[in-house]
């Protein structure tokens, strides 16, 4: 079974066991995208996927890839709540840091999003999320110490 029958068939188990997650995997269509280099990504309606990455995947890994980004979108972040002039790879790190803060992720998901291995406070959102990412990348501040 390739990659898009195994989605398929994920998203029709929500219909009874994740309602939610079922209505916004409705609402967006799963295109095969060999040329990125994460699992997936969501822009303008659709979510791309790897094959070259979700191939490898055990199915139960690849309904948590789902449901993180299913996460995503009905958070609207990374993809919709950027501050002016962000800075892209803060901006998905700063989105696994907090879906990381609320919903357990299974480790072998986790060690795939980066960020958060970092050890940032609990509770915060998004927003705040990057701006303490941005601080902590951000070269010295020009103080003398």
């Given at each position: 079974?390739?990659?898009?029958?195994?989605?398929?068939?994920i998203?029709?188990?929500?219909?009874?066991?994740?309602?939610?997650?079922?209505a916004?995997?409705?609402?967006?269509?799963?295109?095969?995208n060999?040329?990125?280099?994460?699992?997936?990504?969501?822009?303008?309606m659709?979510?791309?996927?790897?094959?070259?990455?979700?191939?490898?995947?055990?199915?139960?890994?690849?309904?948590?890839?789902?449901k993180?980004?299913?996460?995503r979108i009905?958070l609207?972040?990374?993809?919709?709540?950027?501050?002016?002039?962000?800075?892209?790879?803060?901006?998905t790190?700063?989105?696994?840091?907090?879906i990381?803060d609320?919903y357990?992720?299974?480790?072998?998901?986790?060690?795939?999003?980066?960020g958060t291995?970092?050890?940032?406070?609990?509770?915060?959102?998004?927003?705040?999320?990057?701006?303490?990412l941005?601080?902590?990348?951000?070269?010295?501040?020009?103080?003398?110490?």
């Amino acid at each position: 079974m390739n990659v898009i029958e195994r989605i398929k068939k994920i998203g029709e188990r929500w219909f009874l066991t994740e309602p939610l997650l079922f209505a916004v995997y409705c609402s967006h269509e799963f295109v095969e995208n060999n040329s990125i280099d994460v699992s997936m990504r969501t822009g303008n309606m659709k979510v791309e996927f790897a094959p070259k990455i979700l191939d490898r995947i055990a199915d139960d890994v690849l309904a948590e890839y789902m449901k993180i980004e299913m996460f995503r979108i009905l958070l609207k972040h990374p993809y919709q709540r950027q501050p002016s002039f962000a800075v892209k790879a803060l901006l998905t790190m700063a989105s696994n840091v907090t879906i990381a803060d609320v919903y357990e992720v299974p480790p072998a998901v986790k060690k795939q999003m980066s960020g958060t291995e970092q050890k940032l406070p609990g509770g915060l959102c998004f927003e705040e999320y990057y701006n303490l990412l941005l601080q902590n990348t951000a070269p010295n501040s020009g103080k003398s110490g």
